[in-house]
């Protein structure tokens, strides 16, 4: 009688992947391009997020394929020598600044060579000339920040703080080490005042804005009564700020007597430039002094010589190009900031500059009389400027400044300019966000 084979237990392979939320030990080795560790557990690379190089480490997986692990740290078994204590006690769980146990001279590192491997690895192409990093202060530099607010009607009571790292929970906060001194005393204060409105539940975020008038806008899912809005206009008067108001599908509204629309300074040429508090503008006000600087430097343009400068926004880069008398023209998506880019120069008392609305997603269309350009600066958003390059190139621009905030973007179109004949003359990356993974660039394309 043949007895059935009795099967062996089923040792666990060592090649199994990871489970989400498994807890594993590896040591890293180095940085990834976002400033996360990188490690092999069992054959597989890691990703750590929270690790530094030399450290061993016990992380949690959130994230498995066959090949590839992500993971966050949870504890340094062996830490490195590098690693510093954050500033902020809320860097664990806060999706903001996730290098902060980094020193300043790691992040520039790791931000350089994020750039470095994009422009190598997917444009093939290298600057003649790396600049050195722009940086300013570490803390202190944040200009605006969004804070969420939340009702939560199981608990019966707001939340008013930041996203969570990986998560839509919210990390309550009373401080933010980055951002700008006027406005650390507004955001410790600031969940205490909302909760004594009665329409605490209807607030959807609050913005701060710093600058030479500082403002608070408050976004609300439905009108709010006299109280409440007096309640507003009490905390804005404490601290020095301008308030408004913005419903679901209204235009905003300073309530506040003294209804400035925000603005900031220009210092090295003179210049004063007031924005709407929807409009975009640049966080860190010591970085954008240095980039402009650096841009004309680069630029070095002569005067009278006509200049593009695409995605101008309220005029960041278009007025400072005109001081130094160049004759400029603005393209911007949106005619209400093309309105207050025209009302910055003739504040500014600037002649010689054109500014029209135009869709650069789409291929350029000049006006018949303007032309005779022999340089262009673009500021675009991070999915970059792939058609605008195209237009750029077509048109024979001699130089052209990109001003990017995505590597990889810019890395794309860096290989389309250098199949339409141009080098790659310096590159540079700008620390606009400290104790961030944020990568911010400056690169110079002169045709051959």
């Known amino acids: 009688m043949n007895r059935p084979r009795q099967r062996k237990p089923r040792r666990p392979s060592t090649d199994a992947p990871a489970a989400i939320g498994q807890r594993i030990e590896l040591s890293l080795e180095r940085l990834t391009h976002d400033g996360r560790g990188i490690g092999r557990w069992q054959g597989r690379t890691v990703f750590v997020e929270g690790g530094l ?107 008013v703080g930041f996203r969570q790292r990986a998560s839509s929970e919210l990390v309550q906060v009373q401080e933010c080490p980055v951002l700008v001194p006027k406005l650390q005393p507004v955001i410790a204060q600031l969940a205490a005042m909302l909760e004594t409105l009665t329409a605490a539940r209807e607030i959807g975020h609050v913005e701060l804005i710093g600058g030479e008038e500082p403002a608070m806008v408050v976004r609300h899912l439905r009108a709010l009564g006299e109280a409440d809005r007096q309640v507003l206009i009490d905390f ?67 005067a009278d010589e006509r200049v593009l400068d695409l995605f101008c926004g309220v005029g960041n880069f278009a007025l400072a190009m005109a001081r130094q008398g160049a004759q400029v023209t603005g393209i911007e998506g949106s005619e209400m900031m093309v309105a207050r880019a025209r009302a910055n120069a003739s504040a500014n008392g600037l002649a010689g500059l054109h500014f029209f609305s135009a869709d650069l997603s789409k291929p350029l269309e000049l006006p018949t009389d303007f032309s005779g350009y022999s340089a262009a600066l673009l500021d675009p958003p991070r999915d970059g400027a792939q058609q605008l390059v195209v237009d750029l190139a077509a048109l024979g621009i001699e130089r052209i400044l990109y001003i990017s905030c995505n590597p990889a973007t810019l890395a794309r179109d860096a290989g389309i300019l250098a199949a339409k004949g141009y080098s790659l003359v310096r590159a540079g990356v700008m620390d606009m966000f400290p104790q961030t993974s944020h990568v911010e660039a400056m690169a110079l394309f002169r045709k051959h």
């Not at 308030?243 to 679901?248: A, K, S, T």
């Not at 599908?249 to 929807?278: C, M, W």
Request: aromatic share 6%; net charge positive; with cysteine.
């Open 53 to 159: 190089p030399d450290e061993q480490v016990q992380a949690r997986v959130v994230r498995a394929r066959s090949k590839l692990i992500e993971a966050r740290q949870e504890q340094v078994l062996r830490a490195s020598a590098e690693r510093l204590q954050p500033v902020c006690r809320h860097a664990e769980l806060c999706g903001g600044c996730s290098v902060q146990h980094m020193p300043s001279s790691r992040q520039l590192e790791f931000k350089q060579q994020a750039l470095n491997q994009q422009l190598t690895h997917f444009a093939g192409v290298q600057p003649e000339h790396w600049q050195p990093p722009l940086q300013g202060a570490a803390y202190g530099y944040r200009q605006r920040t969004r804070v969420s607010v939340r009702w939560q009607p199981k608990a019966a009571r707001l939340e």
């Open 236 to 302: 804005a008067g404490q601290h020095g700020l301008v308030c408004w108001l913005q419903g679901e599908n209204s235009e905003l509204q300073a309530i506040t007597s003294n209804a400035k629309e925000p603005s900031y300074r220009l210092v090295d040429q003179d210049l004063h430039l007031r924005f709407a508090p929807g409009d975009f503008t640049q966080v860190n006000a010591e970085v954008n002094q240095a980039m402009i600087n650096q841009a004309l430097d680069w630029l070095a343009l002569q």
